[in-house]
């Protein structure tokens, strides 16, 4: 090997990509990026509560230029949000969480040296590896949980991503709302210390709600003889009354739980509040509190599905996918 390709060799770096598809053979990605399957061996302690780390793969992305760390960023929160499926009720059909997304905020070191990697032949990367030029997205399951499956180009898809933050006012909302729902989805594995429950309930809510248009307004003003107000406008119904109506009305304790949240830093350990009601006596408050808890979580994951098909459509719609 001629010494300027040994030394190309020792300088390339690539980015490590946790997930459970990996291209084919190697994948331009474009504008000079490739992303390919490799065979990584995981520190224990990332995966190690995740019930799914027998089926986590591996890729790597070619470092590129100077703007990579940002376009890796990106690429994470992309991949984890095309490639996760729905849940439907209590029945799990997918990852809790992303295994992307976990990694990427796990590891002590997520680029490294090419020659260090184990790069998988081209077609020779196992059953989970598929063609990236028809990326297979779930959007739903119908009542046989059969999956609802579209395909699109992946470069394509992921460069729309990318230019959403730097596109108009609507798109960059939508580049946001992706990145919170991401967030929201992983907050409990990625937050070891603070793992409020209700916090991914009250993003949630807060996505959900910047899908809304606000209430429409009262064509009628008022002067209020308490306080002394004047030409005082308001809407023909709340906010929450708009929300629960658009949404339904058995997320009401959710809105309450997100009020407490974010205006009176309320705070709900899943397992402390288990262990609490375990060791209470009267059997009837036993009964409450855990019902209590089951709608809490399950209506959780209803917020987190609904807010995921909304704007995963959305996207979609941009990218024109494939079928």
């Not at 967030?183 to 809304?212: G, K, Q, V």
């Amino acid at each position: 090997m001629a010494k300027e390709q040994l030394d190309t060799l020792l300088t390339k770096r690539s980015y490590i990509i946790a997930t459970t598809k990996v291209p084919k053979e190697t994948y331009e990605l474009g504008s000079g990026y490739t992303l390919r399957a490799i065979r990584y061996r995981f520190p224990g302690e990332i995966f190690n509560e995740s019930l799914f780390k027998s089926n986590i793969l591996s890729m790597a992305l070619s470092e590129g230029h100077n703007e990579s760390w940002d376009l890796y960023n990106d690429l994470v929160v992309f991949h984890s949000f095309i490639s996760s499926e729905p849940r439907l009720g209590n029945t799990m059909i997918s990852y809790p969480e992303s295994p992307t997304y976990i990694f990427a905020e796990r590891a002590s070191q997520v680029l490294v040296n090419d020659s260090t990697l184990d790069f998988l032949p081209d077609n020779d990367s196992g059953n989970s590896a598929i063609d990236f030029e028809r990326y297979p997205v779930v959007i739903g399951m119908n009542a046989e949980l059969q999956p609802h499956t579209v395909y699109v180009n992946y470069a394509n898809a992921f460069w729309t991503f990318n230019r959403l933050k730097a596109d108009s006012k609507k798109n960059k909302k939508l580049y946001g709302q992706i990145q919170l729902w991401e967030f929201a989805r992983n907050f409990a594995s990625i937050h070891r210390i603070y793992t409020n429950e209700y916090m991914p309930t009250s993003f949630n809510i807060a996505i959900l709600d910047s899908l809304l248009r606000w209430p429409k307004k009262c064509k009628q003003v008022y002067d209020c003889p308490k306080c002394g107000g004047e030409g005082l406008k308001h809407y023909v119904e709340s906010w929450s009354v708009h929300f629960l109506n658009h949404y339904g009305k058995q997320f009401h304790k959710h809105l309450n739980d997100r009020s407490k949240t974010f205006h009176h830093a309320a705070y709900l350990d899943f397992f402390e509040e288990w262990d609490r009601i375990g060791a209470l006596v009267d059997l009837d408050q036993v009964k409450k509190d855990f019902d209590r808890l089951e709608q809490l979580m399950f209506g959780a994951e209803d917020l987190e599905q609904m807010a995921r098909v909304r704007l995963l459509t959305t996207f979609l719609r941009m990218c024109q996918p494939n079928d």
